[in-house]
Nanobody, 130 residues
Framework: EVQLVESGGGSVQPGGSLRLSCAAS????????IGWFRQVPGKGRDPISC????????YYADSVEGRFTISSDDDKKTIYLQLDKLEPEDAGIYFC???????????????????????WGQGTQVTVSS
């Protein structure tokens, strides 16, 4: 069973930075994609970024391209999301999710489909305000 635990959330001022971590257990191969999603009260979860563990390809939402960076440690058990130049609109609960994926590149916005992910963490809160 895949289990995910997020950490690293907090409160920062606009322009600040945070690094979120997603500790993954139960991954039996590199044939997984790890996604980060953001949720604000009253709305659904928006896809933010994704990392394909098999080929280390990153994917980003347009709103965070150039400001956020997804990566993993060497054994691919912890996936990071570096959040730089934070804006108030970036605030919310950030969830990481894992899904098995063996079909190579994810074209278009396929990586953002929640149905691809079968395991979810409990979320970590990010607050951006002055």
């Amino acid at each position: 069973e895949v289990q995910l635990v997020e950490s690293g959330g907090g409160s920062v001022q606009p322009g600040g930075s945070l690094r979120l971590s997603c500790a993954a257990s139960g991954l039996f191969s590199d044939d997984y994609i790890i996604g980060w999603f953001r949720q604000v009260p009253g709305k659904g979860r928006d896809p933010i970024s994704c990392l394909s563990l098999s080929d280390d390809t990153p994917y980003y939402a347009d709103s965070v391209e150039g400001r956020f960076t997804i990566s993993s440690d060497d054994d691919k058990k912890t996936i990071y999301l570096q959040l730089d130049k934070l804006e108030p609109e970036d605030a919310g609960i950030y969830f990481c999710a894992a899904g098995e994926w063996v079909l190579g590149r994810l074209y278009g916005r396929l990586w953002g489909r929640q149905s691809l992910y079968s395991a979810w963490g409990q979320g970590t809160q990010v607050t951006v305000s002055s």
